[in-house]
DNA sequence: CCGCTCCACTCAATCCTTTTACTAAATCGG
DNA sequence: CCGATTTAGTAAAAGGATTGAGTGGAGCGG
C-alpha cells in the first residue's frame, strides 16, 4: 500500500534512522580502524537501521571518492574462444572475489585497435588493474595506455619491460613427460613437439633434453619433430617414427589432439598402447584426453591456476605502473596419470 | 621535468583550457541532442582540448549522477567449468562491448548463497541488468534479489516469472538430428538419449518423434535409451542396440561423448562408419566431435548466440524488474556435417 | 525601436560516500 | 579542582560528471 521506494535507501536515510550522522554509518560500515572509538550500541543501531532498509553503499560514490573501482580488467586476445578459456577467468574471478573486487572481461580478438580501446575502456572506470592474457604463450609488446594502471602480463612476457608475467612452467612440463616415460623404462622416446618458434616448443624441447641427458640417455635429433598442433600431423609424424628403423618405444606428444593422431596411428600399424607403444600426451584438454582409448596420461596446462595466480600478483604485489620488475613466474604443470603408459616392449 | 600529473584530468581542465563550461564539455562530449544548439568552432576547441589533455570521463562520476554503471552481470552457476564457457561470456561480451557496455563475470560455484552474494554485490555496483545463467538447460528459481534490477535467464527458465529466458531450441536439434538421418535413408534409427529428466533430452526425444511422425515412419520405443551423456553410457548403449534384433541403422546420440563410445562399439563390432552404421552426435564439442575419425556429424549447441542473444534481450527489450511477459526465446541449433553419415547398407 | 524568439552557452544543484577537521562531554593524573 | 586526554561522535568539503533553469546578445517582425 505504501508507495514502494523504488530508488535505493541512501546512507543519510540509514544515518536518521540510527539517529547518527553519516560519517558514522561511513565509518561503521567499512569498520574503519579510526571508527574503534564508536560505542557498541551505536554500532548495533546502524548494523540494524542498515538491515532494515537493506542498504547496500552506492559503489560510484564509493568510487568517486576513492578512486577505486575493486574492480580488475581482463583483456585477452582470443582466449575467450579457446575450451580452457573459462578456467582461466574463473581462476582470475575466484581471487578476485576473494579480495572484494569484481573481474570485467573483454576480449580482443587480436586486434590492436581493439585492444587499446579495451585499456581506455577500462581506465576510464578506474579498474584497480589489468590482467593482459594471451591465447598461447609468446612475447608481446603490450600498448603503453597498460602502462597507465597496474598490470600483470597472463600466459605472455614482454622482455624489456616491467611487468610482472604469469606463464606455464613449460621447460619443467616437457621434463615431466619425458621422465615418465623414462621412469617406465623407455630409452627411445620419440618427441612430437610444437611449432618449432613458439616458446612452448622451445621449453618443452630443452625439457626434454635435460631429462634424458640427467638419466644418461643420449639425445637423437631424429627422434625428433615439429608438427602443428592438430591431430594430422601427430598422425603422420607417429607413423614416419614408429615405421622407421629402430622405432621409439614411447611417444611424447606436445598436445592432447597430435596424441589422438598418434593413436590413430598406431592402431593402423596394428601396435597396442601402452603394450607395444607408450604415449603422453600434452594440454590434458578433458574431452580428448579422458575419453580417448585408452584413456590418455598427459600434460596438464593450469589455466585455472594461471588465472588466479595473475590476479593475485595483481592485488598483492605488483607496484603502480608496471614497476614490478619484470618477473616471470612460472606455474607448474602437473602431469595427469592414466593408462597410456607401460614399459616397453620385452 | 615538469612535475608528471599522475591524477587523471577532469572535465574542468578540459574546460579550462577550451575556454568554456563544464557543461558545454559535457554537452559536446556526450553530443547531447540539447548539444545542437553548439557551434561548430566551440564543438572543435572541446574536442582538441580533450585530445591535447589525453581527457576520459571518470565513469564513476558519471554514474553517480546518472544511476547507470553501462555494466552488465553475468552470473553462472558452474558455467565457467564447462569448456563451452568461453564462447558464452564473449557473446555476451561482445554484444554488450557493441552497446559500450561491460560485462563483469561471477560464477557462483552453484551455492545459493554465493547467488544471493553474487547479485547484492552487482547490484551493490548499479549494473544495468544482470545476466543469470544455467551450465545445462534446466528449470531454475532464480534468488528473489534479482528482482531488484532487469534480468535475462541464460540457458535456464523459471515458469511463472516474468523473466525472458534464451535457451538452445532442444525440440527443433532433436528433429533435425533425426532428419538428416531419414533423409539418408534410414528408417530404424537408435537414439541414445541423456537422462530422461532433463529438460533437453526431454525436447530431444520430442523432436526426434516428430521427425519419424513427419516422415511416416513409426516410433520403436526399443530404439530409444536413456544414457548419462557419458562415453561408456554411449558405448554400452550401442552395444545393445545393434546387437539386438533387427537392429538400427543410424545412431542419433544426445552428445558427442556418448557418440564417441558408439563409435567405439562399432568398431569393436567390426563395422564401420558410415557404411555400417551412421551416428550423428550432439554439443559440437570441437575436439571430439571434429577429431574424431570418420568427422562426425553433429548439431552444435549455440553457446555464443545464447551469451549475444541474453545480453542483446537485457539491453533491448527487457523492461525492469523481470517484467518481460516471461516470453522464453530458442535459439537454433544448427547441424555441422561431417562424415559420419551415409545411406543406410543394402 | 520595442518586444519576442533563438542561439550559444553558463550556473548551480545534485548524485552518495569518504575524509579532514572539529567539538562537546567525560575521564584522568596530580 | 584544573588542564590534558580520550571518547564519541558531527559538520562540511571534496570527488567529477550531468542537468534543469537561466542569461546576455543577435536577429526579426511590426
Known amino acids: 500500500m505504501a508507495a514502494e521506494k ?34 557498541e550500541p551505536t554500532r548495533d543501531r546502524v548494523a540494524e537501521a542498515v538491515r532494515s532498509l537493506g542498504y547496500r553503499p552506492n559503489h560510484a560514490a564509493r568510487g568517486l571518492r576513492t578512486q577505486k573501482s575493486e574492480t580488475l580488467g581482463f583483456i585477452t586476445d582470443e582466449i575467450a574462444t579457446a575450451p580452457f578459456a573459462g578456467d582461466t577467468i574463473r581462476g582470475a574471478q575466484d581471487y578476485s572475489w576473494k579480495r572484494n573486487h569484481l573481474l570485467t572481461v573483454l576480449n580482443t580478438g587480436g586486434d590492436p585497435s581493439m585492444e587499446e580501446a579495451s585499456i581506455e ?44 608475467s604469469v606463464i606455464p612452467a613449460e621447460k619443467e612440463g616437457g621434463r615431466t613427460a619425458t621422465q615418465i616415460l623414462l621412469d617406465a623404462g623407455h630409452r627411445r622416446i620419440g618427441f612430437i613437439n610444437g611449432l618449432g618458434t613458439t616458446y612452448a616448443a622451445k621449453e618443452r624441447l630443452k625439457g626434454y633434453r ?63 598402447i601402452p603394450r607395444d607403444v607408450s604415449v603422453v600426451g600434452y594440454d590434458n584438454q578433458l574431452e580428448l584426453a579422458a575419453y580417448a582409448s585408452p584413456p590418455m596420461t598427459t600434460i596438464q596446462l593450469p589455466h585455472y591456476e594461471l588465472g588466479y595466480t595473475a590476479a593475485r600478483y ?33
Chains 1, 2 share one sequence.
Open 314 to 346: 595483481l592485488l598483492e604485489d605488483a607496484p603502480s605502473n608496471g614497476q614490478g620488475g619484470g618477473t616471470v613466474h612460472e606455474i607448474e604443470c602437473p602431469a595427469v596419470i592414466r593408462d597410456s603408459v607401460g614399459p616397453p616392449p620385452n
Open 121 to 164: 575502456m577500462v581506465l576510464g572506470r578506474q579498474v584497480d588493474g589489468i590482467i593482459f592474457g594471451a591465447m598461447y604463450t609468446r612475447e608481446v609488446a603490450p600498448p603503453r595506455s597498460l602502462e597507465r594502471t597496474r598490470a600483470v602480463l597472463l600466459n605472455c612476457y614482454a622482455p624489456g619491460s616491467t611487468y610482472i
Open 210 to 272: 635435460q631429462a634424458l641427458r640427467d638419466n644418461g640417455v643420449s639425445y637423437e635429433p631424429r627422434l625428433v619433430r615439429n608438427g602443428n598442433y592438430h591431430s594430422d600431423s601427430g598422425h603422420r609424424h607417429a607413423r614416419e617414427l614408429l615405421t622407421g628403423e629402430n622405432p621409439p618405444t614411447a611417444l611424447f606428444c606436445s598436445s592432447d589432439r597430435m596424441a589422438v593422431g598418434a593413436y590413430y596411428a598406431i592402431m593402423e600399424l596394428g601396435l597396442s
Open 6 to 39: 523504488t530508488s535505493r535507501p541512501t546512507m543519510a536515510q540509514v544515518a536518521k534512522l540510527a539517529g547518527v550522522s553519516p560519517t558514522t554509518v561511513s565509518l561503521v560500515i567499512n569498520d574503519d580502524p579510526r571508527a574503534k572509538s564508536i560505542s
